[in-house]
T-cell receptor, first 112, second 111 residues
Framework: NAGVTQTPKFRVLKTGQSMTLLCAQD?????MYWYRQDPGMGLRLIHY???????AKGEVPDGYNVSRLKKQNFLLGLESAAPSQTSVYFC???????????FGPGTRLTVT | TQLLEQSPQFLSIQEGENLTVYCNSS?????LQWYRQEPGEGPVLLVT?????EVKKLKRLTFQFGDARKDSSLHITAAQPGDTGLYLC???????????FGTGTRLQVTL
């Protein structure tokens, strides 16, 4: 059981470039989430999904898109990266039975 | 949007000392979780509290939920270097149980 995995671990982008972050979970969880973590601000929810084929906006969705084509994968896309999107991105998942969210190890993204 | 304030922001103590960190809200929590995050890793759940006045213990960690469910505390007895990390409180909101996180307390325990 790998739990929640994220790829890549690190990435440097130039302003205007695009990229996709991949989150995968092998626990058959229904719910998946994308957060960003910035110094002094805790974690903030970007987008989430309550099941395969569904997505919804969180607290800070602007500049990001997501897709959940398969139950085990949740993709986060940046269409045109901006320096304000420099952050550490965490993916999480959970079952429908408990409140506990399981987090991946994070992706550190720098936009120059 | 509910604001979760954690205090203190930073805490540096020596091994063996006791400490308490706090999580306060502008409104009533439905339920509250405490997570610990170590450098380079994602947060890991420590405990979930649901009922006002609830006290839960996890080895040397004691979690308390305020009677009015607007505040919570985490007390560590005889801190050890392995307790070093970022402690985050988070509230579950909505049917999708989205988490709203506090800003965290960064704890460093030295020998």
């Amino acid at each position: 059981n790998a739990g929640v995995t994220q790829t890549p671990k690190f990435r440097v982008l130039k302003t205007g470039q695009s990229m996709t972050l991949l989150c995968a979970q092998d626990m058959n969880h229904e719910y998946m989430y994308w957060y960003r973590q910035d110094p002094g601000m805790g974690l903030r929810l970007i987008h989430y999904s309550v099941g395969e084929g569904t997505t919804a906006k969180g607290e800070v969705p602007d500049g990001y898109n997501v897709s959940r084509l398969k139950k085990q994968n949740f993709l986060l896309g940046l269409e045109s990266a901006a320096p304000s999107q420099t952050s550490v991105y965490f993916c999480a998942s959970r079952t429908g039975q408990t409140y506990e969210q399981y987090f991946g190890p994070g992706t550190r993204l720098t936009v120059t | 949007t509910q604001l979760l304030e954690q205090s203190p922001q930073f805490l540096s103590i020596q091994e063996g000392e006791n400490l308490t960190v706090y999580c306060n809200s502008s409104s009533v929590f439905s339920s509250l979780q405490w997570y610990r995050q170590e450098p380079g890793e994602g947060p890991v759940l420590l405990v979930t509290v649901v009922t006002g006045g609830e006290v839960k213990k996890l080895k040397r960690l004691t979690f308390q939920f305020g009677d009015a469910r607007k505040d919570s505390s985490l007390h560590i007895t005889a801190a050890q270097p392995g307790d070093t990390g970022l402690y985050l409180c988070a509230e579950n909101t909505g049917t999708a149980s989205k988490l709203t996180f506090g800003t965290g307390t960064r704890l460093q325990v030295t020998l």
